[in-house]
């Protein structure tokens, strides 16, 4: 089955400065990558997705890319602010009907 | 966030006890699912639904039963064979299938006394 390993476990920056956030797959049939947000005390919430047809996709100051070729998809955000501060989970899947497997998510922290 | 509930908020398990957490969803989604969460390993996928009545084994099903005799509700049973249930049950839905967006409920925090 597929297996999507997540890094960094936790990332501190400075507010204002950029997080990236790396994922990789394992199965190559995979073509669906949807990125959660986390806060403290809340639901996971969607924040951007991105499909295998497209490289890149950005919304206002987050991005994610992918590599098909390398099986690695990343969630850049730039412009860091406090409220940034929660667990991103990146996730997989190889088809409709078939199962989403999540990453151990990445603890960010960005300091004022 | 949502019309998706879930209840209640804290359960308390007696060993070899059933308990059974429950996910409410107005949203009109044919597609629901069952999370467990656990420090540093994400969301583990416990089981789908993809329609009323039809259900699918996820990563971790052993334990743990499910049903789906209405398309709103999507309960979650924790059986007594499920010998580390301690963690955080999230509920979510969505449209269709699984590559939507998924909604998620404030979830369930099972605790074993």
């Known amino acids: 089955g597929e297996n999507v390993e997540q890094h960094p476990s936790t990332l501190s920056v400075q507010e204002g400065d950029s997080a990236v956030i790396k994922c990789t797959y394992s199965?190559?049939?995979?073509?669906?990558f949807p990125w959660y947000k986390q806060e403290l005390g809340k639901r996971p919430q969607l924040i951007i997705d991105i499909r295998s047809n497209v490289g890149e996709k950005k919304d206002q100051r987050i991005a994610v890319t992918l590599n098909k070729t390398a099986k690695h998809f990343s969630l850049h955000i730039t412009e860091t602010q406090p409220e940034d501060s929660a667990v991103y989970f990146c996730a997989a899947s190889r088809s409709a009907g078939n199962k989403l497997t999540f990453g151990g998510g990445t603890r960010v922290l960005v300091k004022p | 966030d949502g019309g998706i509930t879930q209840s209640p908020k804290y359960l308390f398990r007696k060993e070899g006890q059933n308990v059974t957490l429950s996910c409410e969803q107005n949203l009109n989604h044919d597609a629901m699912y069952w999370y467990r969460q656990d420090p540093g390993q994400g969301l583990r996928l416990i089981y789908y639904s993809q329609i009323v009545n039809d259900f699918q084994k996820g990563d971790i099903a052993e334990g743990y039963s499910v049903s789906r005799e209405k398309k709103e509700s999507f309960p979650l049973t924790v059986t007594s064979a499920q010998k580390n249930p301690t963690a955080f049950y999230l509920c979510a839905s969505s449209l269709r299938d699984i590559q939507e967006t998924q909604y998620f409920g404030p979830g369930t925090r099972l605790l074993v006394l």
């Open positions: 199965d190559s049939a995979s073509n669906y």
